[in-house]
């Protein structure tokens, strides 16, 4: 049974940081691209970050440098620093695994920027 469980969201002042986690487990993580995706109220869902098997990232032109997204194969987690949050990127953020056209997601962990 494949699981994706993200953990770190909440509530944080704008200019202010957050590490959010996604562990998997029920698959073998190494070999998946693995992204996180954010959804705001009436918006669509948005690709935030990317990291392939081999580590290479890419980000959305919103992040401008504030997140880094990273991956740990031994203990089959993607992580998401993000610094400088504004109050535009308050959203559910998803954890998702991709393969060969097959995407797995998690539940989604709540962020909200406001002070």
């Known amino acids: 049974q494949v699981q994706l469980v993200e953990s770190g969201g909440g509530l944080v002042q704008p200019g202010g940081s957050l590490r959010l986690s996604c562990a998997a487990s029920g698959i073998n993580f190494s070999i998946y691209a693995m992204a996180w995706y954010r959804q705001a109220p009436g918006k669509q869902r948005e690709l935030v970050a990317f990291i392939s098997r081999g580590g290479t990232t890419n980000y959305a032109d919103f992040v401008e440098g504030r997140f880094t997204i990273s991956r740990d194969n031994a203990k089959n987690t993607v992580n998401l620093h993000m610094n400088s949050l504004k109050p535009e990127d308050t959203a559910v953020y998803y954890c998702?695994?991709?393969?060969?056209?097959?995407?797995?997601w998690g539940q989604g962990t709540q962020v909200t920027v406001s002070s």
């Open positions: 998702n695994a991709g393969r060969l056209g097959v995407d797995r």
